[in-house]
């Protein structure tokens, strides 16, 4: 299993968190075009690293065929969001985000894993404020 750890978007490599998920499946990329409904062109494209910001639509049917956990869904909307604000927002820091290895966790168990994160950002930021 692919266990990232991205302090910021240059880290990150959408192309090759792609790649590796459709070879963990055993597909070529004519096989995941064929699943997908886009071409094999268009994913070797995205796996080249020529194309950066596939749509969420592209990102969904990734998700759906190469069973993507919901968590990383969120992540990687989440990352092609940022890639697309990057040109607007060039003064604003980069977003930590943190990828885990959620293998085998229930869907329960993931969304409890959210809640505690944004409890924890909860507090973090009350800590920030009240110090000054």
Known sequence: SEVGRVEDRGMFELSTYLKTKRKQYGMTQTELAERTGLTSAYI????????KKP??????KFAKVLSIPNIEVMQLLEFIADEADETKNAQEPAKNIQWFDITGLSEKDIQHIQEQIELLKIRAEREKNKNG
């Open 44 to 51: 070797s494209q995205i796996e080249n690293g020529k194309r």
């Open 55 to 60: 749509s969420r639509e592209v990102i969904k």
